[in-house]
């Protein structure tokens, strides 16, 4: 592999990086559409679904790599923070088509690990998005050396939290009620907190990257969606028992 990688050239590597990423896209699309059909969604409205939240999604990478760009001078298109932005996407799209939000928001969680997961193995080509050199390594064509495999696990680690959060949502019998997506989003930003100590992204406090706060945000975020979704519930079913006295 350590060979293979490290005779690629830089056109050859881009393409290889690229043919990943349109690959995750197309691989989150098709398994949406066939995932609506456990929540109910037609599968029509699970593609146009699907692509209308993608295409927002995207929009916003870049336009949140602008802004950073304009406060710290750098910017990046790293799709790990939209997953904070999905219930909001989820909510203004869901109205267009129906659907409750939260149910949009479980329906549309996993494809999003899925895209990640697959497109992050494409960033072992050209070597970006490597961690910290070690001779036991892999060859990263940008650092020239041997890294810390960060891109392999990473991408591995991700889709373990697709197949957990479908595996979830069964359990769930797919009530759509955002726990799933709750959950996933904790799981994903503690396992974003950890992988962060093995790159080589600039330490800004406490050996913290600034990924570092985006994954706590993400922990917490879901966290507090637990938090009052578990409210929610006991209310419900307070009234409920009420109702029937």
Known sequence: MDRFLSQLDYGQTQMLYHAFTVFS?????????????AFGIKKRTSFTVTVSIYVLSYILIYAWQRVDELLWGS???????IVLAVPVICAFCAR????????????IGPSFYIARG????GCIFPGCCHGQYCEWGIYSPAAGARCFPLQPIEATGTLVIAVFAVCYSRRQHYQGNGRTYALSLVLFGIFRYIMEFFNTSERVFLQMTDYSFYAIGMALIGLSALYVLDLYERRKRKLLSISKL
């Open 96 to 107: 267009f088509w129906k659907l409750k939000p939260s149910m949009a928001c479980e329906f």
């Open 118 to 121: 697959v497109a992050k193995y």
């Open 75 to 81: 910017g990046s298109l790293s799709s790990s923070r």
């Open 25 to 37: 896209i197309a691989a989150a699309v098709a398994f949406n559409v066939s995932y609506g059909r």
